[in-house]
């Protein structure tokens, strides 16, 4: 009998604690994740046109000397990058050097023949019409060295501006008149792209400094560039009915745009004035839910629980609903999983990025 007493004791404590395991309640499943966003008034979008465009410089100038020569250097080759102020090509610079000489020659004579005859007119010798013409000559002597000087600068031809040098067009020994081209410039800081626009788009669209434009580079669809609105015309194309629209940007670091190359050009067309009333709302197609009866309605977040909200379908436009419902703009609408939600159900609300 001694025992059995600590086995009888050993199953009445077992019995007590699985007594108070039965009586413990089961615990709530947590609250499932929603993901929501906020309902946005319909409001119509800007539409983006898209056209084909071409590469152009923003500046090709053909470079010349002002005086004729002989051409002794030319300092750069095709395709060379050249800052402002750079020397390019150089003239033969004897001739001019000899014209520069004689004419301080000549005008250091003039001077000392003037101070001759001043010295006289003091004494009472000459008379003051005898100086008259010396001071003349004197001038247009001075003018005639000013002018050799500057001919001799003449001689260097330099970069007006930063740039490519895109062709030579003279050589070395070649003797060239003044206004002869010698080299031909493009401005590498910027780029101009020319587009063809339909008389709908030119139309529709702002020509003016509030144009949004971008461009893709067709061999290369990763390379896109901002442009901004430089001119356009207002006459249509000779034998189409086509604008012709210049937009101007910034060359990418890493790679030469070339006159010529083509691009892909996205304009911006302002969104047309809206037609669509209060309690118009657009959201995406995941947040619509449909009845059984076919009717149409959306899961709000509401104080941490799932809630009914009735919409009516308008439209679809760029995979986003057109709604109507008097929900009101601050609306938490579930955007992911809503089919596996029911009425009251407890869900912790999450912004989707």
Known sequence: ??????????MTLTLLVLSGCAEEEPQPPPPRVAFVETLKPAEPEPEALRFAGEVESVTTTELSFQVSGRIERILVDE????TRGQPLAQLDRTDYELQLREASARHRQLQADLARRRLLLAEGILAPAAIEPLEAELVAAAVARDAAQRNIGYTTLTAPFDGVVAQRMAEPDMVVGSGTPVLRMQDNQHVEVGVDLSENAALSIPLGPQLQAEGQLVIAEDVTLPLRYKEHSTQPREGSRTYRLILQGEPPADYNLLPGMALRVSLQRPA????????????PVSALQTASDGSHFVWLAVDGQAQRGAVE????????VVIRTDLGADAQIVVAGGSKLSEGQPIQAKQRN
């Open 79 to 82: 395709g060379a990058r050249v």
């Open 272 to 283: 047309a004035p809206s037609q669509q009333g209060q309690g118009h709302y657009r959201m």
């Open 1 to 10: 009998m001694r025992n059995l007493r600590p086995v009888t004791l050993l």
């Open 313 to 320: 379908v308008l439209g679809v436009e760029r995979e986003q």
